[in-house]
C-alpha cells in the first residue's frame, strides 16, 4: 500500500530564506509523485510532478523538488521565500492500480512567512 | 486555470436536511473524485468514477451518494445531514497523461 509522509505540520521562515518541505513516500511500484498548494479558502493547484526522466523537476513559483529513490523522498525546496507563500503544501503519491488511478496525499505542512 | 466548479462555496443547514454538493467540469475528462478535508488533515476520497455510470466509494467510508450521469458532472448527495458531516468537500478531475489532478474551490458545509 502506498503512504506519504510529510514531516512538520508547522514550518516558520523569515522572507528571503530557503523553503524546505519535506516528504517521504512508501510505494511499492514505480511512483509518480506530486506537491500541490492550497491557498485559504480555495482548491488544492499543482505545483510540480515528478512522472518519470529528470530526478530534478521545477514548478511554478521558483519551487522545485527532486526525487531521490533510494531515500524515497521528494522534498520541496525554494531559494528564497516570499509572503505569497504562505499556504498549506501537500505531497502526494499515485500509481496506476487495478482499475484506475488514486492519488494518496499526506497530511499536509502549513509554511508560514515572516517579514 | 482549471475550468472545474463547485457550488455552494458555503452551506450551512440543519441536520436531517438532505443535500447536494455540486461538481462541474468543462475539461472534458473522464476521472472524477470527491475528496473530504478538515482543518489540518490530508484529504480523504470518499467516492470516485472513472466516467459516465461508474462509481465507486474511495478510502474513507461515507454516507453520502454520487452520480455520473454525464462526463461533466459529478454530483454528492448526503440523504440527512448530520454535524459529524461537517468539513469541506473537494472535487477534482484527473488529466490523462501528465496524471494531474484539477481540484474545485471547494464546498464548506456547516451541520447544525
Known amino acids: 500500500a502506498q503512504s506519504v509522509t510529510q514531516l512538520g505540520s508547522h514550518v516558520s521562515v523569515s522572507e528571503g530564506a530557503l523553503v524546505l518541505l519535506r516528504c517521504n513516500y512508501s510505494s511499492s511500484v514505480p511512483p509518480y509523485l506530486f506537491w500541490y498548494v492550497q491557498y485559504p479558502n480555495q482548491g488544492l493547484q499543482l505545483l510540480l510532478k515528478y512522472t518519470t526522466g529528470a530526478t530534478l523537476v521545477k514548478g511554478i513559483n521558483g519551487f522545485e523538488a527532486e526525487f531521490k529513490k533510494s531515500e524515497t523522498s521528494f522534498h520541496l525546496t525554494k531559494p528564497s521565500a516570499h509572503m505569497s507563500d504562505a499556504a498549506e503544501y501537500f505531497c502526494?503519491?499515485?500509481?496506476?492500480?487495478?482499475?484506475?488511478?488514486?492519488?494518496?496525499f499526506g497530511a499536509g505542512t502549513r509554511l508560514f512567512v515572516k517579514a | 486555470e482549471a475550468d472545474i466548479y463547485q457550488t455552494p462555496r458555503y452551506l450551512v443547514i440543519g441536520t436531517g436536511k438532505k443535500i447536494t454538493l455540486e461538481c462541474s467540469q468543462t475539461?472534458?475528462?473522464?476521472?472524477m473524485y470527491w475528496y473530504q478535508q478538515d482543518p489540518g488533515m490530508e484529504l480523504h476520497l470518499i467516492h470516485y468514477s472513472y466516467g459516465v455510470n461508474s462509481t465507486e466509494k474511495g478510502d474513507l467510508s461515507s454516507e453520502s451518494t454520487v452520480s455520473r450521469i454525464r462526463t461533466e458532472h459529478f454530483p454528492l448527495t448526503l440523504e440527512s445531514a448530520r454535524p459529524s458531516h461537517t468539513s469541506q468537500y473537494l472535487c477534482?478531475?484527473?488529466?490523462?497523461?501528465?496524471?494531474?489532478?484539477?481540484f474545485g474551490p471547494g464546498t464548506r458545509l456547516t451541520v447544525t
Open positions: 475539461m472534458g475528462h473522464d476521472k
Open positions: 477534482a478531475s484527473l488529466r490523462d497523461g501528465p496524471y494531474e489532478q484539477y
Open positions: 502526494a503519491v499515485s500509481d496506476r492500480g487495478t482499475g484506475g488511478f488514486k492519488t494518496i
